[in-house]
């Protein structure tokens, strides 16, 4: 693979590590935010049908991300990944839009000021607005990482680095090469024990002229 789309790749895997970090946290803070909801005796109301479509998403988000790391290659899901993109590129707005006043006259920032009629509420609007904000996060790493990876995956098909055996040996091994990183991974520093070692009580004599054998004296 050339300079760039190592570069590329290296860009991409510095990308993956917090949308996957997200990909865990979104659906940890929707589930908190179900049950303190359902904890303020009515106080707080959510659109149940749009909550819980947005955790089965998140939840599928991370089967998707379990099935290209430990069973399949890229390829083999890459129509399941297409439409989990489009829905995650669609489904933050319309999660926004139906959700925006469900907290009535209480700040999206939740100030410590406002008279909350409970602790519950205030933990309830806390845990909101990070849900909120871990949802858009995660949309705007998707933005960045879609053309990055269509642009590495280019560069990558166009030079592969493993060879037919090496690429069998699971999806993780083969989208750790394709993003450039095997090959630098691979590059390590030569041993002191595997460098060759000089007898000094051993001397060569060498026939000027001739293709003998040196001879030890």
Not at 66 to 77: H, Q, T
Not at 180 to 191: A, E, F, K, N, Y
Request: aromatic share 16%; charged share 20%; with cysteine.
């Amino acid at each position: 693979m050339s300079y760039a789309g190592t570069k590329r790749g290296v860009c991409l895997y510095l990308l993956i590590i917090p949308h996957l970090i997200l990909a865990f946290l979104c659906p940890v803070f929707e589930i908190a935010k179900l049950k303190l909801f359902s904890q303020s005796e009515g106080e707080l109301t959510c659109n149940t049908w749009i909550e819980y479509i947005y955790l089965a998403l998140t939840l599928s988000t991370i089967n998707a991300i379990f099935l290209i790391c430990c069973i399949f290659e890229y390829d083999d899901l890459a129509w399941y990944f297409k439409i989990m993109a489009i829905v995650w590129l669609i489904f933050p707005f319309i999660y926004t839009f139906l959700t925006i006043n469900e907290m009535g006259d209480i700040p999206f920032n939740c100030p410590s000021d406002y008279p909350y009629t409970s602790s519950t509420i205030l933990a309830g609007c806390k845990v909101r607005e990070v849900n909120l904000i871990c949802m858009w996060l995660y949309f705007a790493t998707l933005i960045i990482i879609i053309p990055l990876f269509w642009s590495w995956r280019n560069a990558s098909e166009s030079s592969p680095s493993l060879d037919d055996s090496e690429r069998g040996t699971g999806g993780f091994f083969s989208f750790v090469d394709k993003l450039g990183l095997l090959s630098i991974l691979r590059r390590q520093p030569p041993r002191p024990e595997d460098e060759p070692k000089i007898k000094p009580e051993v001397l060569f004599e060498y026939k000027v002229g001739t293709a003998e054998s040196p001879t030890e004296i």
